[in-house]
Every structure is written in C-alpha cells, then in structure tokens.
C-alpha cells in the first residue's frame, strides 16, 4: 500500500476507534504500558458479543501454503467485518494485508486488529538451512541471526506472528518432520529453540520487526510411534519431562509469545484436549501467560481421535484444555456455543481465551497502530537483500557436517578435474526444503551453479524422484574423464516435513544403482548427501573416502557447499541427530542407558545389540570432522559456592595443532550414575562452537549447578552422589573425563529449571 493510502487508513481507523473511546493510547507512539493493554482488553471483553468472542477464537486459513491470500473473498471480508473471525494465516504482503487489516480495524463493530500469521520456518524470502541444518551448526547464535533475518522480511510483509520454531524432539528418523527440529537431543533442542525465539521475537515484541513466535507442537509430537506422524505417542513421564519437554520450558524462559498444541495423542490424552498437559503443567505449574493455538484442524479432530463424541463435546475439551485459539476447524466459532449454553462453568474460559489473544495483539502494539508491521515500500527493499543473503551463506556454511574424510581427500585440489553426478546438484526446489514460505527456487544458488566456473563435467545420472535410470552411462562417462566424482545424493525436499513418513530411510529412487555405476569406475568419489533426515547409508557409502552431509542448506547452498570442498572454509558442523546403519535400527539415540546386559561387540548373543548389524549409529550424534586437528587438555573440575549457590567450573583447553584456522564444536557431557535408577550413558549438558586460529589455543569454561543433573522422578529431584564429566568432539569422541561428588539432595521446585532446560553459562578465553 503507498505510504499515504496506508497513513489515511490508518487515520480513518484512529478517528473510528479513538471516538469510540475504546482505545484511549491509540495514537501513541510508544507501546502501551501492560496495565493500559489489561485495561483496554478488559473494556473490550465487556463490549463484546459472544460472537464476537468466539470471532476472536477462530483463526482461518487466508489461502494455502502454495497459494497465500488465495481465499480472502468477498465472503471473507464480511466475516471480517462482522468481527468473526480473529486471525488469517497463510497470508502475506504489506498491501493486501493493510487492505485486510483495514476492513478489520475501520468496518467491524468493535476494530479489533487481525493477527496474520504465517510458518515462517527456516526464511521468509532468503532461505536459510532447514532447521535440522542450522541445528548442526551447534551455533545457536548464527540460529538466532537467521531467525532475525527472517522476522525482519515477514514483518515489512505484514506478518505478525509465525508458527515457528518447531521444537519436537525426534529420535526416530522415519519420522518425516525431524526436518522442521533440532534433532534428538534435548539440551541442543533447548538451546536452538531460545536462538530462535529471541531472533523472532528480540526481547522487544514492541518493535516493527519482530514475528511473535510459536513454540510447537506441545507436548510430544516427535515420540509418534513408528515415526508415522500423528500416531499416538505413549511414553513414560520419565522420558516426557527429561527428554521432550525441555525445550518448551526453555521456550518459555525466553519469552515466547504463543504456543500450539500437537495433533497426536499423549498417553492416551490428544494434547488438543489435554488440560493435564496444557492447563495444569504449562499454565499452572510453569506459569506461562501467552496464548495457546490449537494445530490445523486439531480441535475438529478429537472427535476423530474418540476423544470427543460430537463437535460440540470437542470445543468444550479443547476449551477446557487451554486451547485459546482454534486453528482453521471453526469448532469454536459453529459448536461453542452450545457447549456454554450446557455447560455455563465454561464462560469464564472464553473470556480467558479472548483475554489472550486480545493480550498478544496489544503486546505487538497493534492497538496503537494496526498497520505498524508491513511497508510496501521497504518490503521491495528489504526482501532477499544482499545484507540477507550474506547471513544465508553464514548460516549455510555452519550446518555443513564433514562425516568421513579418509585420507584427506577433503579439500579439492582447485585444479581437479570434477564429475559433478546427482539430479539433486541441480535441483533448486530441494535447496529451499519444506515450509519455504515466500521462497523462490530461481533465487537458490544449486552446486552446479556455483561450480561454473570450474572445471565440471555435470551429469544428472539418476533423481531420487523418477525411477528412470537411462542417465547413468552418461555419468559413468563423466566420472571416468574425471580425477574426482562429486556424487550429490539424498532425498528430495518433498520425500521429509509433515506427513512424509517414510518406512525404509535408504537411498529413495534408483540412486543405489548410480552409486554402484559409479564405485565401479575405481575414480575417487566424495559423497555429498542432500536431506531432511538421516539417512540409513552404511551400504551405500562403503568404500567412499569422503562424505559431507549438507541438509538442504537454502538460498546460498552451491556456494557455501562449494567454499567447504576447495578448504575456503574448515567444515565444523555436528550432527544433531545420529546416523543409524539401517531402517531396523530406529529409533537410535546416543543418551540411552546401559542395560544389564550393555552392547559387546565380542558378544553376539546376550547383549544389548542387533546380532545382525553392527553395534551403534553410522556416525554418532555430535559427530563431525574438520580439516584442521585439535587437542584436548587441562581439564578442571573445581566446585565453588555451597548450598543453594553450589556451581562448579569445568574448564578444558582446546588448542588447534593445524597450519588452517577453524572452527571447532567442544561438547561436555554429563553421567549421573544415580543409586536405584538406570541413568544414560551420556547426557549432552553444554557445547561451544569455537574460532581457533592455527596454533592458537582457547581455554572454555562451563559452569555447572546441581540442577543440571536433576532426575525427573514424579517431581525434579536432584541425588548426590558422584557424576561423571566428560570433554570431547561428539558423543564417542571424549577425550578428557572428570568426576564431581554432588553432595546435596533436594527436590526442584515447579517453577524452577532443571535437568536439559537449564542453560548453562559458558564462557571462552
Ligand atoms: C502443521 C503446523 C503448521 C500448521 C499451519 C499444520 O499442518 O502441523 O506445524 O503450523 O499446519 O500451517
């Protein structure tokens, strides 16, 4: 919208609502204070009909994911105008959106702002890594850059919140939405998720540029059993407080202003309906304050599910849950009220709700100005900017995760003569992965593109897609006329994300043939796998010196993929989640217990393996190489304080014995051998990304609280007793142990944090 159609709107709309006295601060510049916006929501929970209530519940779906704004009719308008209707997602543009929200603001009774929102995942317009990728970065500050990145595009569009980030812990890689996590591991989990909040949201949800952020799907999503997404979840409490709760205890610590509750069933309970889940644990023992969305059609769904046996019994479930706000079902807005005419204990529920919706639009100051978010001028500015596209190619960098590097094979010689093989060197749709947002393939940068200007024979072979295979002479062809094969292989971008299960995690399509073509050759190869999850590859890769897994990095893959190849850059991604053998071997985690009866590889029988299959992942979580070599040393565990300010400092030098500079990702893990109770092997409990210059060395510094080994046993409890420390370069990698002697025994209160939520301070010399 140009500047003065937008400021006479919004002047319209001012007049409108400021004579109306509903708004007293609404041409203040500066954000109301919290007790204005809990007045001004009072007032307009009194003026409001219950219509106009439930209008508020009800978000609708303003176009689909392919095609934004594509059902803002004439019928969607009256809605809106009507006051019925309280949120759009799936909508984008600082024009057509200030267009809506003026409908909203200037012909409703009452001139509520809309909230537009969006799944502004892993970019908006510059695509950054997917978040399994940026995850491997272990870099949750280049998260947080790229996650401010992309609310600074969203917002000059006229987004207000996204449905992001996803903080489901995944364990099992069948499951198709590992892309969208952070992985396995709940502390990396925690960490990532908070990177993303505060890069979303800064610390000041006031600003123009900020996205209200979305922590989903609460509480158990990612334990699906099978990995087959929405199946139920049924796991010990245990597992759910320690393992998959974590993250979203983080999420809350650093602000997050919205949460959605998961589509599937948590021990028998859909989370939709789940007020054990919702009301009890997130609102009353956490004390969270913000506004809970229900997923797609989720409330609908707990007929589905059994859970309820009519629409009308869904609502009120969901209701009584804690669910503010029904995402796209309309069971709300069509059901509700018959529940509140049976059921009048509900009515005081629907205020809550409206209460918080109403609290979000006023934190994002849209009451002192409705169209305070998009700028159609700025949005042509700002929107895949070269300052943007710098942070992509940053982010990109970090996620690469050198797996295998025999012989050095790794960096290219610059005047190799290359056999670029694989559909998926050339496929831009696949670098922007899933949740794409307004990205654009034809702004990607493929491998073979960034290539050009060498020297590259470039052959397709096979896709992962197509069955065909005719394309495999010519690839034979070119590795033969090569010194080095670049064999791109992996996963379409469609084959991971929401409802892309899949059954055998191998080689999709006939790539297993190419790879066999290839090998056959005798030329040397170096793998390069493009993928939403880990793949089941020992066979595969068998023989291949080199293998760098490299996600779907985004808008700046071919460059940042091709900096990592010729050495411009050390490679110093980890692997978040680990790389299992097989199929057969998932659900796989590196922090499980040891088992009477641990995994012997001298033993086939009687020990905790498959006697088919070697012991362990492929490649373990936390792995990943580099081209230059580190050494661990002086380790010091040294207690400080008592009491309640117990703490201990466990500090390890790092020192980089190559003649290149780089990065390198220095995990500490903990072992809490707890009397009475099996505890994992290893519990991830802080990690640093550090910049090492050749010969340089630096000295980090973890501190440690007695929190941090808590045990969730129907309650935080934390044991004395003696835990072990452990320094290294990836859960197999430990090269420095140590012991502390925990002394005290006390229980965790509700409020506190605890075990893999906890942040842990770290600090580098
Ligand atoms: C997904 C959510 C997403 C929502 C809106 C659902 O299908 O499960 O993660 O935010 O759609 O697009």
Redesign the pocket.
């Known amino acids: 919208m140009n500047p003065v159609i937008k400021r006479r709107a919004f002047l319209a709309a001012s007049a409108l609502l400021a004579a109306s006295t509903r708004f007293p601060a609404l041409a203040a510049s500066k954000v109301a204070a919290s007790e204005e916006h809990e007045q001004r929501v009072r007032d307009l929970i009194a003026q409001m009909s219950l219509a106009e209530k439930l209008g508020q519940m009800t978000q609708l779906a303003g176009g689909r994911?392919k095609a934004l704004n594509s059902r803002i009719d004439d019928a969607a308008l009256d809605r809106v105008r009507q006051g019925r209707v309280g949120s759009y997602?799936?909508v984008a543009g600082a024009e057509p959106l200030a267009r809506l929200q003026c409908i909203a603001v200037e012909e409703s009774r009452l001139g509520i702002p809309l909230l537009f929102a969006m799944?502004v995942v892993h970019g908006y317009r510059t695509i950054m890594p997917v978040p399994l990728g940026m995850a491997a970065s272990f870099d949750p500050e280049m998260a947080r850059r790229a996650a401010r990145v992309a609310a600074v595009e969203a917002s000059v569009s006229g987004l207000h919140w996204t449905?992001a980030p996803?903080i489901d812990i995944a364990r099992d890689a069948r499951w198709g939405r590992v892309v969208?996590g952070a992985g396995e591991d709940p502390y990396l989990g925690s960490r990532m998720a908070e990177a993303q909040i505060l890069g979303f949201q800064t610390d000041d949800l006031a600003s123009k540029d900020v996205l209200l952020a979305?922590a989903?799907?609460f509480g158990a999503y990612g334990a699906a059993d099978g990995g087959r997404d929405y199946d139920r979840a049924d796991i010990s409490n245990e597992t759910l407080h320690e393992v998959y709760l974590p993250p979203f205890q983080a999420a809350i610590a650093a602000g997050v202003g919205s949460f959605?509750t998961a589509?599937n069933e948590l021990n028998g309970v859909p989370t939709t309906g789940n007020a054990d889940l919702v009301r009890s644990l997130l609102r009353d023992q956490w004390g969270y304050q913000g506004l809970v969305v229900s997923?797609?059609n989720a409330i609908l769904e707990l007929v589905a599910h059994g859970a309820a046996s009519d629409p009308v019994e869904a609502a009120a479930l969901a209701l009584r849950a804690g669910v503010d706000m029904d995402?796209t079902s309309e069971t709300y807005a069509d059901h509700l009220e018959k529940a509140l005419a049976a059921d009048h204990t509900l009515l005081p529920l629907v205020d809550e709700a409206v209460s918080r919706i109403l609290h979000a639009k006023a934190r994002l100051g849209l009451f002192d100005d409705p169209f305070r978010f998009g700028d159609a001028e700025r949005e042509k500015l700002v929107l895949g900017s070269q300052e943007h596209r710098a942070v992509a190619r940053e982010a990109a960098t970090c996620s690469i995760v050198l797996l295998r590097n025999e012989g050095n094979a790794l960096p290219l010689r610059s005047d190799a003569r290359i056999a670029l093989v694989g559909a998926l060197a050339d496929d831009a749709s696949s670098t922007i992965g899933s949740w794409r947002a307004r990205g654009q393939m034809d702004e990607s940068i493929t491998l073979r593109a960034a290539l050009e200007s060498r020297t590259v024979t470039y052959a397709p072979g096979v896709s992962p897609r197509d069955p065909g295979t005719s394309g495999i002479a010519a690839a034979v062809e070119a590795a033969r006329n090569a010194d080095v094969v670049l064999l791109v292989m992996g996963e379409d971008f469609d084959h991971s994300g929401?409802a892309r299960s899949r059954s055998d995690i191998g080689l999709p399509g006939p790539q297993k043939r190419l790879v066999d073509a290839i090998r056959a050759t005798g030329k040397p190869i170096v793998a390069i796998l493009m993928n939403g999850r880990p793949l089941a590859l020992e066979e595969v890769l068998d023989g291949i010196p080199a293998v760098l897994e490299t996600w779907f990095l985004g808008n700046e893959s071919g460059p940042a993929i091709a900096d990592v190849l010729f050495g411009e850059v050390s490679p110093a991604g980890r692997l978040p989640m680990g790389m299992p053998r097989s199929t057969g071997q998932v659900p796989q985690y590196y922090a499980h217990p040891p088992t009477g009866r641990p995994a012997n590889p001298d033993l086939s029988k009687d020990s905790a393996r498959y006697h088919d299959a070697a012991i362990g992942p492929l490649f373990p979580f936390g792995h990943g190489l580099s081209y230059a070599e580190f050494r661990y040393s002086d380790l010091s565990v040294v207690p400080q304080g008592k009491g309640g300010s117990l703490a201990w400092k466990i500090a390890a030098t790092v020192t980089n014995t190559s003649a290149r500079d780089a990065d390198e990702v220095v995990q500490l893990y903990i072992r809490a051998p707890v009397a009475g109770l099996a505890r994992p092997v290893k519990e991830l409990r802080g990690f640093a990304r550090l910049a090492i210059r050749s010969g340089g060395a630096r000295r980090v510094t973890f501190t440690l609280d007695p929190e941090h080994f808590a045990v969730w046993r129907g309650g935080w409890q934390i044991l004395p007793g003696s835990v072990e420390i452990m320094v290294g370069a990836s859960s197999e990698d430990i090269r420095l142990r140590g012991r502390l002697e925990n002394p005290e025994a006390r229980e965790v209160g509700p409020g506190e944090i605890a075990g893999a939520a906890r942040l842990t301070t770290v600090t580098v010399a």
């Open positions: 994911q997602l799936h799944d449905f996803m969208e979305c989903k799907h959605m589509f997923d797609w995402m929401e």
